[in-house]
């Protein structure tokens, strides 16, 4: 409301538009879904490395790196059928983001670099190698001089649910959910995670292998992320090109920390940060808002849970 008054909008107004904007049909209701697949995606990944307390903060460039991967066999293979060419770009996908998530693990255990710094350093390469390929090789020769590939064939895009514009990522979004949970809960390997997490000093004198827990969880996270560019490129935009980068991998992070890293209530996040992203384009469209009204909005939110969260660890007492 604040901002909105700063802007010399009606605040009660803009907030009226906001959630009618996100919630207010069964329209807005879909295209809420369909964003918060990817950010789901990529909120997952980053919250698996952050279990270990790895700092990920590159699923901006692990999903652009997705995107690539899925690309390429799209290009690559178009005449093939869906039920062979569809796995291929989401191995692809995988591959791609899980090899990038693993470049900052082996240089954090070989150089002792500092993943946050390398993470979100190697951001900036994979979105800039993604317009290198569509103002480049890949560029469609039909598409006017605008950077971007020739559309997908009809066998290289993810389906969406019938009698509706969700795409079935929504369906790989609950297969990851459950698997995340349950390899959490009930496996060997989810509880070393978490040990190994807790207290790393633990973890190397009960001798749990912290490296390949390291390389693992970066891989994991990297190749989830690497999925979410995968759907966004099939499903949504049906190409590649530099508009895909939305800031899916940034809001993954606020979305992490707010479901406090848990594979349920990182959907109901996911959601509902998708919908703040649905409203803020309907506050755009009515009250013509900045587009940088969103990411405010993001990094509030994302400073309040971590304000929050510093009290459910320490509390202040005043001593004589």
Known sequence: AILLKLQGKPALQGIELLFRGALGSRWSIEDCLIKAIPIFLCSLGVAIAFRLQIWNIGAEGQFALGAIGATWAALSFPDQPAYLLLPL?????????????LIPALLKLRMRANEIIVTLMLNYIAILLLDFLVYGRWKDPGSFGFPMTQTFSATAIVPKITGTEINWGLGLCLICGIVMWVFFRFTRKGFELKVAGENLNATRYA???YEKLVCFVMIISGALAGWAGFIEASATINRLQPSIMVGYGYTAIVVAWLARLNPFTIGVASFL??????????????????AAFGGIMEGMILLTVLAGSYFNEFGFRLRR
Do not use: C, Y
């Open 273 to 290: 940060l998708a919908a703040l992203r649905v409203g803020i384009e309907n506050l755009q469209l009515e009250l013509q808002v900045p």
């Open 207 to 209: 001798g749990l292998p």
């Open 89 to 101: 770009m989401a191995v692809m996908a995988f591959v791609a983001g899980g090899l990038w998530g």
